[in-house]
C-alpha cells in the first residue's frame, strides 16, 4: 500500500474516533455509489453529518482545508443526494470536513468543521452549466 493510502487510512481511523467522542454515531464508513464516495456518514441526535476527511502528514491544517476542492465539494453533495434516495431521512443535513494533521496517529491534531460547505448553491450552478452545455 502507498504511504499516502496509509497516512488516509489512520487518518480516517483518527476521525471516526473523534467523532465518536464528540457524540456521533458512525453510520458509514467509504460509502459509494458508482464512482462518488462519502468518507463518514455519522448522525447526532438530529443532524446527519457527510464528513470530508482530509490527512496531511507535513502541511498544516490549512493546506487540508484547501484541499476540499469545489469539484470535491460537488462530488460529496451528490453522494450524498444518492445516499439520501436509498437512506430517506427528515433530519437536518450537515456537509463537514475533519482535518487530521501529524506525521504519527499518536501526535496528530484533529480539527471538526460543521457546516463547513452547503452543497446548494454548487449544485444549481452544476445543472445550469449541464443544461447549457446539452
Known sequence: MAAHNTTGKWGEEK??????????????????????????????????????????????????????????????????????QEHPCTCSLSFDVVTVVGSTPETASVSHYENAFSPRQLLRKDQKRRSRAY
Open 15 to 84: 476521525a471516526a474516533a473523534f467523532l465518536r467522542a464528540m457524540g456521533y454515531d458512525i453510520l458509514e464508513r467509504n460509502w459509494r455509489c458508482g464512482h462518488l464516495e462519502l468518507d463518514i456518514i455519522a448522525r447526532r441526535k438530529d443532524v446527519l453529518a457527510f464528513v470530508e476527511v482530509k490527512t496531511r502528514s507535513q502541511e498544516g491544517e490549512y493546506a487540508a482545508i484547501a484541499s476540499v476542492t469545489p469539484a470535491k465539494r460537488l462530488a460529496c453533495a451528490y453522494a450524498a443526494d444518492a445516499y439520501l
